[in-house]
């Protein structure tokens, strides 16, 4: 069998049939040439499933950033689980100076009310408006956050597919050109080994 009649590309890329990969192994096992080629491009194939993937980098830090960096109070306002927790810390703030506060003596005798009355209404409120605003609280921050993860999974779901769409494009170019190469390589040796007959 001639070498020239052997197609070690196709055999290597796997489009060949069943039949031509037994005569190309037969012809493999045979010939020192051929199977020092068909070597040679495993070992590229080798080399180049070993090459580490690596992504560029998405953003520049430039020294304007700080100019343009919000305010601890921007912030603040643009934060919905800090704004809470400084929303109820203000009303709990309140309720501990409303508790505190003793009114002059003679508003308390126009009352009439136990001064053990008036501790016990003034503790049951504060814990009713002190419990109802951190429900208040911890709901809008859990919301929020669940917010945020569903917003952040979507996008990185959409950003992996399009990356991998990416990297499918990039694979068959790859191999069209390497297809092309093999092909124009093929029809040069075919060439050169009909001139040299």
Known sequence: MNCSSIDLKAYWLGECSS?????????VSGCAGCGR????LELTQAALL?????????????????????RWYQQLWQSGPRLGFASAMMLACAILVHAFYVPPP????RAGLDTAQVQAMVDAEVSRRLDAAVQQAVAVTVQGQEKKVEAMVAATAQRLTMEHREDLLAVQESFEVLRKRTNVIHTASADFAGQRQ
Not at 19 to 27: A, D, K, S
Not at 59 to 68: E, G, L, P, Q, W
Not at 106 to 109: H, V
């Open 19 to 27: 039949g031509e990969r037994r005569e190309v192994e037969q012809h």
């Open 37 to 40: 080629e068909l070597e040679r």
């Open 50 to 70: 070993a090459l580490r993937e690596e992504e560029p980098p998405r953003r520049i830090a430039f020294i304007s950033d700080k100019v343009f960096a919000p």
């Open 106 to 109: 003679a508003a308390q005798q």
